[in-house]
């Protein structure tokens, strides 16, 4: 079989998807979705190199989604559109290797199975461009405005995933001869009037595109609820400002503590350290460490969520319990919620503050101290 080598093209924003974060940059169970692309084809054996075309800028993010990977892959810079970040990728290959073939996949097609490259690589010894493709299975209309049209006959009707394959050669033919845009690159191909083949695609080869798509291959994984516990005291003492639950409160006593003392915060963050079996804030944050004197909590509480979401995890709930004689929570209690889902980043719906005394009994009771206790849901993948 020939040498093949694979490009991964994922220089696109996601725009349709929305969000601050790139679509490939997003968690999906234990990877993100490109790093899931990439390793398809770093773990095939028919692979022989792989490069990554992404936009300026993301090289700390691939990185961060391929970290620990036992092969290194090639990383160069996309163009404005697709087909000029494919033409880069082609740059980067071995140009005195003209017999090789290549594969061009897009980042935001995760779930490219071992035997769909099979079946493209063996095809490639007989034809110099071949696409994956899968029967159109829906009724196909053609409208006019809302209004339709016309029936389509679906017969002959396919549609395209990638990887797409091709003789290196005949594909950097089609890219340099290439005056108007196309969809892929074996529209490239078709319009120079080479002939292009396919094989059997897969239906769980899709393209995330928008929510309902991450949705969809969100549900696809198998996520298990796994619930972590936290438990937190601080001393009091006299003096203000008191930091807690994320706030800060004008009232005359504060908490004692080696950081800023935030026991709300502390027990949200074991607890969900002790959702993924991760330690817990000693062992992160250890306060024998003087750069974490006088530390903001919130810093240890959105890297305690950072941890979660790489390993998998989605975070669904937050269910806190303050227990203290003073101050009174009820009174800061949604402002409380909000600041922590800020924290966390989840919807304020999935956050719950509540506050109880202790009658007056022991060291809460008699003001000498408060002490906080949380539970934390998260979805985790279990592959």
Same mark, same amino acid.
């Given at each position: 079989?020939?040498?093949?080598?694979?490009?991964?093209?994922?220089?696109?924003?996601?725009?349709?998807?929305? $969000?601050?974060?790139?679509?490939?940059?997003?968690?999906?169970?234990?990877?993100?979705?490109?790093?899931?692309?990439?390793?398809?084809?770093?773990?095939?054996?028919?692979?022989?190199?792989?490069?990554?075309?992404?936009?300026?800028?993301?090289? @700390?993010?691939? $990185?961060?989604?391929?970290?620990?990977?036992?092969?290194?892959?090639?990383?160069?810079?996309?163009?404005?559109? /697709?087909? =000029?970040?494919?033409?880069?990728?082609?740059? #980067?290959?071995?140009?005195?290797?003209?017999?090789?073939?290549?594969?061009?996949?897009?980042? =935001?097609?995760?779930?490219?199975?071992? !035997?769909?490259?099979? /079946?493209?690589?063996?095809?490639?010894?007989?034809?110099?461009?071949?696409?994956?493709?899968?029967?159109?299975?829906?009724?196909?209309?053609?409208? %006019?405005?809302?209004?339709?049209?016309?029936?389509?006959?679906?017969?002959?009707?396919?549609?395209?995933?990638?990887?797409?394959?091709?003789?290196?050669?005949?594909?950097?033919? &089609?890219? !340099?001869?290439?005056?108007?845009?196309?969809?892929?690159?074996? $529209?490239?191909? @078709?319009?120079?009037?080479?002939?292009?083949?396919?094989?059997?695609?897969?239906?769980?080869?899709?393209?995330?595109?928008? @929510?309902?798509?991450?949705?969809?291959?969100?549900?696809?994984?198998?996520?298990?609820?796994?619930?972590?516990?936290?438990?937190?005291?601080?001393?009091?003492?006299?003096?203000?400002?008191?930091?807690?639950?994320?706030?800060?409160?004008?009232?005359?006593?504060?908490?004692?503590?080696?950081? %800023? &003392?935030?026991? &709300?915060?502390?027990?949200?963050?074991? #607890?969900?350290?002790?959702?993924?079996?991760?330690?817990?804030?000693?062992?992160?944050?250890?306060?024998?460490?003087?750069?974490?004197?006088?530390?903001?909590?919130?810093?240890?509480?959105?890297? &305690?969520?950072?941890?979660?979401?790489?390993?998998?995890?989605?975070?669904?709930?937050?269910?806190?319990?303050?227990?203290?004689?003073?101050?009174?929570?009820?009174?800061?209690?949604?402002?409380?919620?909000? /600041?922590? !889902?800020?924290?966390?980043?989840?919807?304020?719906?999935?956050?719950?503050?509540?506050?109880?005394?202790?009658?007056?009994?022991?060291?809460?009771?008699? $003001?000498?101290?408060?002490?906080?206790?949380?539970?934390?849901?998260?979805?985790?993948?279990?592959?």
């Amino acid at each position: 079989m020939m040498p093949i080598d694979a490009i991964i093209v994922a220089a696109g924003r996601g725009t349709r998807l929305g $969000g601050a974060l790139p679509k490939q940059y997003l968690p999906l169970g234990s990877r993100t979705i490109v790093a899931r692309a990439v390793d398809a084809f770093l773990d095939h054996p028919v692979i022989r190199d792989v490069v990554v075309v992404i936009a300026e800028g993301d090289e @700390e993010r691939l $990185g961060a989604a391929l970290a620990d990977r036992p092969r290194a892959v090639r990383v160069v810079h996309g163009g404005e559109t /697709r087909q =000029a970040s494919v033409a880069r990728g082609l740059d #980067a290959l071995p140009a005195a290797d003209p017999a090789a073939g290549v594969m061009v996949h897009d980042a =935001a097609r995760p779930f490219v199975s071992a !035997a769909v490259i099979d /079946r493209v690589a063996a095809a490639l010894a007989q034809s110099a461009a071949v696409i994956p493709a899968v029967p159109v299975a829906d009724t196909l209309k053609r409208v %006019d405005g809302s209004e339709v049209v016309a029936t389509v006959d679906r017969s002959a009707l396919v549609q395209v995933q990638t990887p797409q394959g091709f003789h290196v050669a005949a594909l950097r033919a &089609a890219h !340099a001869a290439a005056r108007e845009s196309a969809t892929d690159d074996a $529209g490239l191909v @078709e319009a120079q009037g080479g002939r292009v083949t396919t094989v059997p695609g897969e239906r769980t080869n899709f393209k995330i595109t928008t @929510e309902d798509d991450l949705a969809v291959a969100r549900a696809s994984l198998l996520e298990v609820p796994v619930v972590g516990h936290g438990f937190d005291v601080h001393r009091l003492e006299k003096g203000g400002p008191m930091i807690i639950g994320g706030l800060v409160l004008d009232v005359p006593m504060r908490l004692q503590g080696h950081s %800023d &003392a935030d026991v &709300a915060l502390h027990a949200i963050t074991d #607890a969900l350290f002790g959702a993924i079996g991760d330690g817990d804030i000693g062992h992160h944050f250890p306060p024998s460490d003087e750069a974490w004197r006088g530390a903001a909590s919130d810093r240890f509480l959105a890297y &305690a969520a950072d941890r979660v979401r790489k390993a998998g995890g989605r975070i669904v709930h937050i269910d806190l319990t303050i227990m203290c004689e003073r101050p009174k929570i009820g009174p800061v209690r949604e402002a409380m919620r909000a /600041r922590i !889902a800020e924290i966390v980043a989840v919807p304020v719906t999935a956050v719950s503050v509540k506050a109880t005394t202790t009658e007056r009994l022991g060291f809460t009771g008699r $003001g000498e101290g408060i002490a906080a206790q949380a539970t934390a849901t998260v979805l985790r993948s279990m592959e």
